[in-house]
């Protein structure tokens, strides 16, 4: 079939979180436009990629296959993935250290880039209510969903008239001034037990906050990356020639395909006629018998 080709930018280290693969907010399709444009050496996918609390094998969209679909295909080429565990994917936490070929699962790792030394994690372990209250969080899951769904039925009102698409959730977050406290108490904890730890970065998702910036600490200023999320601000953090920078996916950068992507090999086909259940099921069973 026939495709639109495009030259694929080079990309030294790629960071993705939040996804949530799996929900009715997820932007897959955006993100498949997105990685398919790109050639990175090598993934961190920092936790919340595939959404386990609010799976439901009732949902699981074509676009969400063929995202873990072209995971599978960087993998066969040799690219190496690391899947960090979020609180959302936290029942693979008890695989830590599982690898097979160029992947790899952990639940935090680290860089060292240029002399200096990153600290990547997803970040959920400063989230007092997640340690605590886990059914009270489950439960703020299911509402921001919910905000989500309403979100789309406002947006496909306001793009038939014209106008361009807006996030409530992001704009209820910007506006609550706890939200806004929690945010900057979550990037002053970071960098401070990083500073303790001698890095020089650190890199974390779980507030679907995408951020680069420098914070001063006791011990030492810490550089502070955030890669944002594919729900609203549709964000990662890429790395390359020594540099880091966010990219904010946007609509008119790309072109829609003339037709679907093909899977190439028999196991990606296999995994694409498999429900969610089962795929699921496939990947515990590999784990167990590794």
Not at 166 to 191: G, M, P
Request: proline share 2%; hydrophobic share 40%.
């Amino acid at each position: 079939m026939k495709e639109l080709k495009r030259r694929k930018r080079r990309v030294d280290i790629l960071v993705l979180s939040d996804i949530h693969l799996g929900t009715y907010g997820c932007r897959a399709k955006e993100l498949l436009n997105y990685i398919k444009c790109i050639e990175p050496k090598e993934v961190i996918l920092n936790g919340d990629i595939i959404d386990v609390w609010q799976f439901s094998k009732r949902f699981w969209p074509k676009s969400h296959m063929k995202v873990i679909s072209h995971f599978f295909k960087w993998m066969s080429k040799g690219i190496k993935i690391t899947y960090i565990t979020g609180n959302h994917d936290e029942m693979f936490r008890k695989f830590e250290g599982f690898k097979v070929g160029s992947f790899e699962l952990q639940n935090k790792m680290t860089l060292n880039l240029d002399g200096k030394k990153a600290w990547v994690f997803h970040g959920d372990v400063f989230d007092v209510t997640m340690q605590h209250s886990r059914w009270l969080t489950k439960l703020g899951a299911i509402g921001y969903d919910l905000l989500i769904i309403i979100n789309q039925l406002v947006n496909a009102v306001s793009e038939s008239m014209g106008q361009g698409r807006i996030s409530l959730s992001k704009r209820v977050k910007n506006s609550v001034k706890s939200a806004v406290k929690f945010i900057n108490q979550f990037e002053a904890t970071a960098t401070a037990i990083a500073a303790e730890n001698g890095y020089d970065y650190v890199i974390c998702g779980h507030i679907h906050h995408p951020e680069i910036k420098t914070i001063e600490t006791v011990h030492r200023p810490v550089k502070y990356l955030n890669s944002g999320d594919w729900i609203e601000n549709l964000t990662s953090l890429e790395y390359h020639r020594n540099k880091w920078t966010i990219f904010q996916y946007r609509d008119e950068d790309f072109i829609e395909e003339v037709s679907q992507e093909q899977f190439a090999g028999n196991d990606l086909e296999t995994l694409s006629a498999q429900s969610p259940k089962e795929l699921y099921g496939r990947m515990l069973q590999e784990m167990l018998i590794k």
